[in-house]
């Protein structure tokens, strides 16, 4: 080889090192995730103050398993839609799956079932079984939420009022005071902040909204939701997932449990009332 080949080629690989040496240096900058912090049992912000929840413990899971750096925000809802929309947010500890959304957003696999039920007085419950039986009502929402899509894509919202909340604690502090008809939220989200204000006359309502998948939303892929959907997936397979929902929803791993209990029980009931006949038989 020429002596100015390889001296060129020596000042190329120098260069080369150097840079990659300059770029090595540079932290990277973390990856920003927000949260609701008022959306208990999944995002909400705890008592001292941090990000709390079972998708918040689920993300930094899949955070630990991708190896980014991270931070977690939390906020009222409407201005965390806004940061993922506007890319100021890299990722959202859950965000319920709709087409319209899809069409500006990345999901990933849900991660929880999202059940929407109807919050009323006790008085009035029997007054709501359909969506249509809304009609006329004010109707309590978080700003922002996927309920308002709900009631326009069945065709429920020229004749309602939608009354908007930050939160959904301040919804249902809303409704004790009279300020709606009803609120309309996740099930649990409800019975939390029923039991956090001691209000007693309010009773959940099924009005046949369909469950809803709620995820993980990105407002980039760049391989990002292939990742997210591996690290769940794991997680499944090694048992945190369990782990993790057996800490934030210990009163549904009871209820299984009992029925299980009751499952076993009555079928050794039948089997001992089986072998009882099949005894009285043969000795006749």
């Not at 993922?84 to 709709?98: E, F, I, N, P, V």
């Not at 007693?200 to 990002?224: Q, R």
């Not at 945190?240 to 800490?247: A, H, M, P, V, W």
């Amino acid at each position: 080889m020429k002596p100015s080949i390889r001296k060129a080629l020596c000042t190329l690989i120098t260069v080369c090192v150097a840079i990659t040496a300059m770029h090595a240096d540079e932290p990277s900058e973390p990856f920003v995730i927000e949260g609701h912090k008022a959306f208990y049992p999944y995002d909400f912000v705890n008592e001292n103050g941090q990000p709390d929840g079972f998708a918040v413990d689920l993300v930094k899971e899949v955070m630990l398993r991708i190896g980014k750096p991270y931070v977690i925000k939390m906020d009222n809802w409407n201005h965390v839609l806004s940061d993922l929309y506007d890319k100021k947010a890299d990722c959202l500890c859950g965000l319920a799956l709709s087409n319209r959304r899809a069409e500006s957003v990345y999901f990933t696999n849900y991660h929880s079932i999202l059940t929407y039920l109807v919050v009323c007085d006790k008085k009035d419950f029997q007054l709501y079984n359909t969506l249509e039986d809304l009609q006329g009502k004010k109707i309590i929402v978080t700003k922002g939420s996927i309920i308002t899509e709900t009631l326009k894509n069945a065709g429920h919202d020229r004749d309602i009022v939608l009354i908007t909340a930050n939160n959904m604690d301040e919804g249902i502090k809303m409704l004790s005071e009279g300020r709606g008809d009803v609120v309309i939220t996740s099930n649990l989200v409800a019975e939390y902040y029923l039991q956090k204000h001691k209000l007693k006359n309010f009773k959940l309502v099924d009005v046949g909204i369909p469950p809803m998948e709620y995820c993980f939303a990105l407002s980039h892929d760049d391989g990002l939701v292939l990742k997210f959907n591996r690290a769940l997936l794991s997680m499944k397979k090694d048992g945190t997932y369990k782990r993790l929902y057996n800490k934030w929803f210990p009163s549904e791993m009871v209820h299984r449990q009992n029925i299980i209990t009751i499952a076993i029980a009555s079928l050794l009931t039948i089997i001992l009332l089986v072998m009882y006949w099949i005894s009285y038989y043969l000795r006749k």
